[in-house]
């Protein structure tokens, strides 16, 4: 919104262009003045009501059509412990089976090394169905589900989407959005090297931007910022 210089404001009766649903909890419930907007004007992610873990594996598995979601009872192989809820980073492997945990999902572990001391993640930017850019974040892997930060980045590099996901997958992880009703945000994807998927483990509804070096967030900023105007505004 700086790039753009567009004014923000959360006072639904001042005049306005556009109304974008932010809210960071994992499960949304509309008050009722969103609501009331939502009867009079399109809401940007005014359908996007979970986030859960284990809503956005079971939106992944029916889009996709495979899973990483795995019977923590009885799996013998490495798999992750993660807290249900948005933003946690609380993620841990664990190796023997163990009884499921309320509030908690159980993931296969996926490979996405990139060698034996990094791994690499893809975050993609969602803007009305479309993906304007592909940040490839290589952190280490003895940290691998904390947050990104200066602890455990290594490096961030900007792609083109083409050159990130083939065809199909841009076009499966659009549907994915549709089905979510995430018009506006951020995902997380992993490709594991073993089977050479992509696995969607993260959704986001109110996303932070470009995580990478002062220069090159600024021209991504600006690469998203004029998608969004394309998108939303014209």
Not at 115 to 120: D, H, P, R, S
Not at 130 to 139: E, G, Q, R, S, T
Not at 145 to 153: A, I, L, Q, T, V
Not at 199 to 215: F, L, Q
Request: charged fraction near 30%; include cysteine.
């Amino acid at each position: 919104m700086r790039s753009l210089k567009y004014n923000m404001t959360n006072n639904p009766r001042r005049n306005h262009h556009l109304t974008i649903y932010w809210d960071y909890d994992t499960y949304r419930k509309p008050d009722k003045e969103i609501l009331e907007l939502a009867k009079q004007e399109s809401v940007i992610n005014f359908n996007c009501r979970d986030i859960s873990k284990s809503y956005v594996e079971k939106k992944f598995h029916e889009v996709f059509g495979y899973s990483y979601s795995v019977d923590s009872t009885n799996y013998t192989l490495p798999y992750v412990k993660k807290s249900e809820r948005n933003a946690s980073h609380d993620g841990i492997i664990l190796k023997k089976p163990v009884k499921p945990e309320k509030g908690f999902v159980y993931q296969k572990l996926i490979n996405n090394s990139y060698n034996n001391e990094l791994v690499v993640d893809i975050r993609v930017t969602i803007i009305n169905y479309k993906i304007p850019l592909a940040f490839l974040k290589y952190k280490a892997k003895s940290s691998r589900f904390r947050h990104f930060s200066k602890s455990n980045k290594k490096s961030v590099e900007v792609h083109p989407i083409d050159k990130t996901l083939s065809t199909n997958e841009i076009k499966k992880t659009i549907d994915f959005c549709k089905a979510l009703g995430l018009e506006y945000g951020e995902l997380d994807i992993l490709r594991d090297i073993n089977n050479n998927r992509i696995y969607i483990i993260d959704a986001n509804n109110t996303p932070t931007g470009p995580t990478c070096k002062k220069r090159t967030k600024k021209e991504s900023i600006n690469k998203i910022a004029e998608v969004f105007v394309a998108e939303f505004i014209n």
